[in-house]
């Protein structure tokens, strides 16, 4: 999945977790009101003026109230300072919240499939649906793009992987919303039909992203790395660090957002122990400052001189 990746410019500025819980809380809120408008409005005209896709795409807009509500929950949880049971934290309720979302997706995007393809079976039984359908259509398809638009550039701001998902879930609501209001059109046209195809279209979207969500925040759960590009940009930043003379076994997992980094870093060996150690936490802090790096555990080893080799063997 494309969505959830972020820059690693290392002057791009770091957000704290207060900043980016508080950016969670105020965009989600905004997401909740237009949701809660749109759902309404879109399930009473849907029923009123006989649209299948209308009502279909009414009831993806409530579950985004509830994906809403799992993002707060979420973002309440992931704010918690590590503690005895938790000692990295709990970023990783983002990642459930992500995986919730996309199963909510799923679930949503399956049952309309099922809907639609029921209503296909008997096509006769499809009415004609009033015009006053299509204009509730284009307005929500406005909203929505207006409001995928508007979470998608406070997630990028503040990095924030569950944010994303979230603004990705609005815009699947405009796709729905604009395949919606064709169906009508071609309902309207004459050719009723259309209307329900609407909605499976509609349905299938739905599911695929769901999936793709959910599939993605299954890996970070289970300690998936990072991209490479990540990988190498950190990996930099060590090497680069004064005293330091090479890096190995450089691991990573996600935590959250967040990233949890082992990595081992040589330095000279005629050094010692407390000046090494000098070395592995100024790595350490470099990285943190740079990097989206929770935390780093460097295990030091020692370095020889390549023309010192003749005398390690002796």
């Known amino acids: 999945m494309k ?18 819980t508080v950016a969670a809380s105020r965009t989600t809120w905004v997401s909740v009101a237009v949701n809660l408008c749109l759902s309404i409005t879109q399930i009473i005209v849907g029923l009123i003026s006989k649209s299948q896709g209308l009502v279909a795409d009414g009831i993806h807009s409530l579950s985004d109230l509830i994906a809403d509500f799992v993002v707060l929950f979420a973002s309440h949880h992931s704010k918690k300072d590590a503690d005895e049971d938790h000692p990295y934290g709990h970023q990783r309720f983002e990642t459930a919240a992500s995986l919730v979302l996309g199963v909510l997706l799923l679930a949503v995007g399956i049952g309309m499939l099922w809907s639609a393809f029921l209503k296909l079976q008997d096509p006769d039984t499809v009415p004609k649906v009033h015009i006053v359908a299509l204009w509730v259509a284009v307005g929500a398809l406005i909203a929505k793009e207006s409001l995928f638009r508007y979470m998608l550039v406070i997630a990028k701001r503040v990095r924030s992987s569950m944010l994303v998902a979230n603004a990705w879930h609005a815009r699947s609501d405009a796709a729905s919303s604009l395949v919606v209001g064709i169906g009508i059109i071609g309902n309207l046209a004459g050719y009723p039909i259309f209307d ?4 499976l279209i509609v349905g299938f979207m739905v599911a695929n992203m769901g999936w793709g969500f959910a599939w993605d925040a299954l890996h970070d759960l289970v300690d998936r790395a990072v991209d490479e590009q990540e990988v190498a940009a950190i990996r930099e930043t060590l090497v680069t660090t004064p005293g330091v003379k090479g890096v190995h076994d450089l691991r990573t997992r996600k935590m959250g957002d967040m990233i949890v980094v082992d990595a081992h870093i040589e330095v000279d060996a005629t050094i010692n122990v407390e000046a090494g150690h000098d070395i592995a936490v100024a790595a350490r802090a470099r990285v943190m400052q740079h990097h989206r790096v929770l935390d780093l555990m460097a295990h030091v080893d020692p370095w020889h001189r390549p023309d010192l080799d003749h005398v390690k063997r002796h």
């Open 196 to 199: 329900p195809i609407a909605a």
């Open 3 to 20: 969505h959830t990746e972020f820059s690693d410019d290392p002057d791009a500025p770091q957000y704290s977790l207060e900043e980016r």
